[in-house]
Structure formats: structure tokens, C-alpha cells
């Protein structure tokens, strides 16, 4: 098994470009989620999905979208790229919502907007 | 709001007992997570405490009073390997996980 699996790994954007990161989990996993991680602050949900063809917003969705066609996949979207969503964003996934259920994370995308 | 507090830095040295503390105020409360992130790493899980008491596991303890609001995680027999962030989160009555901001944990030899 692979895990959570994210690309690309470090991304520089200019201000306005867009550009999409990938999120993929081969653990037959129904929930997946998207945080931004930002310096001295703790990790913020963006947007989630409990299955295919579902998604909600988290606490910071502003300047982003998602999709989730397959249950295995989870890209978010940045359209329009401003130098606050310079962070390292973390795609995450766990088989349900319960209590006590883990999340498993990827190894994070480093992203710098210009 | 919803807060979690935890220190942002604290030291200890290799073969030592650390306790790094985590008090919270969420809305509603479906347990207490900690997870271990090593510097430019994802977070990985180390415990989860939904009832009062001590959960222990190798090396590794967490504690939990849902009357106070607190949690601790307790590390013993230091190594140099246990330096990392170690981070508090709680999953709220809508099952989404709060965050604190970590403590940046540094193991003198």
C-alpha cells in the first residue's frame, strides 16, 4: 500500500496563476480531507469529502475547490493565486468519521505564491 | 470559539520524562487525538483518548480529563529520534478534528 500519495512536492506560483494538487489514497478509505498547515498555527481544514461525488466546506474554503470522482482521488483547485495560500497543504484520509478513527496524511505540498 | 492551547517549544534531555500539556475548549468533544511530526514531514498518529484516564502504549502515555479540558502527552526514556512537533487535536461534535498549533519538542544529548 502506498497510502495518501501528493503531487507535486514543492510547487513556486506566480500571483493569479491557477494550478491543481493532487491527492490520491489506495486504502479503500470513504472520508478525505484537505488542511493548509501555516507557521505557528495549527492545521486548518479546507474542504472534505465523506464518498464520491460528495465534498463540504471546512473553515478556510475561500480561494479553493474541490472534486471527488473516484473514491481513490481528492484534487483541490487553486484558481486564482494569492501569496496568502502560501503553506504547506496535507491531504488526509481515514475510513470513516467516528470517534477514534485515524486520519493517515500524505507527505504535504510545499506551495509559495509570488 | 473553539482553542486549543499547548506550549510552542519546550526541551528535554535523551533518557529524560517529558510531559507536553494540552487544555482545549471545543464544541462538543468526540475524543483527543496526538500526533507525532517529524520537521518537513506529515503528521503521524500516536494516541487517542475519548474516556478519562491513562492510555499507555510503549514509551508513550496519554493522559485525559474531560472535566478539566486537558490532556497530556507523556514521553519517557527519551531519544534523540522524539525530537519533533507534537500535536493536540480534538474531534468536536461535528467530527472534525481541531488543531493546536504543536509543541516544537528538542532532545539535548
Known amino acids: 500500500n502506498a497510502g495518501v500519495t501528493q503531487t507535486p512536492k514543492f510547487r513556486i506560483l506566480k500571483i493569479g496563476q491557477s494550478m491543481t494538487l493532487q491527492c490520491a489514497q489506495d486504502?479503500?478509505?470513504?472520508?478525505m480531507y484537505w488542511y493548509r498547515q501555516d507557521p505557528g498555527m495549527g492545521l486548518k481544514l479546507i474542504y472534505y469529502?465523506?464518498?464520491?461525488?460528495?465534498?463540504d466546506k471546512g473553515e478556510v474554503p475561500n480561494g479553493y475547490n474541490v472534486s471527488r470522482s473516484t473514491t481513490e482521488d481528492f484534487p483541490l483547485r487553486l484558481e486564482l493565486a494569492a501569496p496568502s495560500q502560501t503553506s504547506v497543504y496535507f491531504c488526509?484520509?481515514?475510513?470513516?468519521?467516528?470517534?477514534?478513527?485515524?486520519?493517515?496524511f500524505g507527505p504535504g505540498t510545499r506551495l509559495l505564491v509570488l | 470559539g473553539q482553542n486549543i492551547d499547548q506550549p510552542t517549544e519546550m526541551t528535554a534531555t535523551e533518557g529524560a520524562i517529558v510531559q507536553i500539556n494540552c487544555t482545549y475548549q471545543t464544541s462538543g468533544f468526540n475524543g483527543l487525538f496526538w500526533y507525532q511530526q517529524h520537521a518537513g514531514e506529515a503528521p503521524t498518529f500516536l494516541s487517542y483518548?475519548?474516556l478519562d484516564g491513562l492510555e499507555e502504549k510503549g514509551r508513550f502515555s496519554s493522559f485525559l480529563s474531560r472535566s478539566k479540558g486537558y490532556s497530556y502527552l507523556l514521553l519517557k526514556e527519551l531519544q534523540m529520534k522524539d525530537s519533533a512537533s507534537y500535536l493536540c487535536a480534538v474531534m468536536d461534535s461535528n467530527y472534525q478534528l481541531i488543531w493546536g498549533a504543536g509543541t516544537k519538542l528538542i532532545i539535548k544529548p
Open positions: 488526509a484520509s481515514s475510513y470513516s468519521e467516528g470517534g477514534g478513527e485515524t486520519q493517515y
Open positions: 486504502m479503500n478509505h470513504n472520508y
Open positions: 469529502s465523506v464518498g464520491a461525488g460528495i465534498t
Open positions: 483518548n475519548v
